[in-house]
């Protein structure tokens, strides 16, 4: 039996490791587009910061690591499926046979069509020769410009701030984050950012870019500012990367169409991460959550499936903590609430502590936080566990704070008691 895994991010490696375990005499092919060992692009931040050096954002620390579990790693990407004859056209030229197969391609920064974008000095923030070619212009006191002000551009903006440079970010959205916070945690976000010595301009758009003098940048916004900058870094959001599935008979929507068993609608072939839009069981609908916790839970799914043992997504995680200049937000389930549901709402601005909670009858379907860390798994537990409050409900309408204590008073009757201790120690 032949495993041919498309991509070699957290997904694919630890798909293949999966399927060596389990099926030890079964040939694994790993394929992945850059000429880099495995590695976290989670990592580059860190890299970026100083923390690591390069190896240390590498998946697997042995250089002979794929080698000793007899996994061939190809450095190449994929250009066409077959999904009826069952090969992979690669472009090195390579055409791969598969018994079965894993796409696990991740995703790829957008790209808006802003003039400009191609000149020097216009960077991504998504592989490690991006972050090679960063180091070089964003040293200290540089001016940096950033487009984008999502969870990936907060993460970044968080590597940029400590290299020390001059930074500036610009936002679409009319608050910070707007995919995972609503207005009131948003713009406290900004307004954050802001004492840090970082200029947020919401609600803008980069309309061009020009050539300024020597090696700098002119960055033209909508309203007429214009900003001098030695470096921009475009952090405008990610998609699949599924672009090479087109005419192949693979169902994609925004990503590779799955069932709970990360089986796509072509028998064989299966999809795990960034890529994938998986069947999640707890809202009844697909959904693409582009999170390595994510990409781990359905790559082992998708890998026990491939070796014949049955296994089903549990459910697909809709979680974001997120560290901005050493403010803490997260982000739980269906945070902008659902129709007919209830919300409550607790706000101390100077303090910068917010909480908004999310009600589906007597459940807790979603939340946000800001400047709380204590309630983080409580959290959690609650909306992924569905417990049902019953009155505990009313009294946190009132008092949003009493998590902790609805948490522990209705998690032991319903069967999740095991996460208490958890949810004490957070």
Request: proline share 4%.
């Amino acid at each position: 039996m032949h495993h041919l895994i498309l991509g070699a991010g957290p997904a694919g490696v630890i798909a293949a490791e999966t399927i060596r375990k389990h099926a030890p005499g079964d040939q694994i092919t790993l394929v992945g587009d850059e000429r880099e060992p495995p590695y976290s692009r989670m990592a580059i931040p860190y890299l970026l910061v100083g923390d690591i050096g390069e190896p240390g954002t590498y998946l697997r620390k042995g250089a002979d690591h794929f080698a000793q579990q007899r996994i061939e790693l190809i450095h190449a990407q994929a250009t066409k499926v077959d999904a009826q004859g069952k090969t992979v056209t690669l472009d090195n030229g390579q055409t791969l046979a598969f018994d079965r197969l894993l796409i696990a391609t991740g995703s790829h920064p957008v790209r808006p069509p802003i003039p400009g974008l191609d000149l020097p000095g216009v960077d991504t923030c998504w592989t490690l020769q991006d972050a090679r070619d960063i180091a070089t212009r964003a040293v200290k006191g540089a001016r940096v410009l950033q487009m984008g002000a999502g969870f990936i551009g907060c993460i970044i903006m968080e590597a940029l701030q400590k290299r020390g440079v001059q930074l500036s970010v610009v936002e679409m959205g009319d608050r910070m984050v707007p995919r995972m916070m609503g207005e009131v945690a948003g713009n406290m976000i900004r307004d954050w950012c802001e004492r840090q010595g970082v200029r947020v301009y919401t609600g803008h758009k980069v309309e061009r870019i020009e050539k300024g003098e020597g090696d700098a940048l002119k960055v033209h916004l909508s309203g007429g500012t214009v900003l001098d900058a030695d470096l921009v870094i475009s952090a405008t959001g990610v998609r699949p990367a599924i672009g090479f599935l087109e005419g192949s008979g693979v169902q994609c929507l925004l990503g590779v169409l799955t069932d709970d068993c990360m089986q796509t609608n072509v028998p064989g072939i299966y999809a795990a991460g960034d890529c994938a839009e998986a069947f999640d069981p707890f809202t009844g609908k697909t959904i693409v959550s582009a999170i390595q916790p994510n990409a781990a839970d359905q790559a082992r799914v998708a890998a026990l499936n491939m070796v014949g043992q049955r296994a089903a997504l549990k459910l697909v995680t809709q979680i974001n903590v997120l560290d901005t200049l050493g403010l803490i937000s997260t982000s739980f389930g269906n945070w902008q609430g659902v129709p007919g549901g209830e919300h409550a709402e607790l706000t101390d601005t100077a303090a910068c502590r917010h909480l908004s909670l999310q009600f589906k009858d007597d459940v807790l379907v979603g939340c946000n936080s800001v400047g709380l860390t204590d309630h983080v798994g409580v959290m959690r537990g609650l909306v992924e566990g569905q417990i049902r409050l019953g009155d505990w409900k009313d009294r946190l309408l009132k008092d949003p704070m009493r998590l902790t204590e609805a948490y522990l008073a209705r998690a032991q009757g319903q069967g999740d008691w095991s996460g208490a201790a958890d949810a004490r120690r957070r």
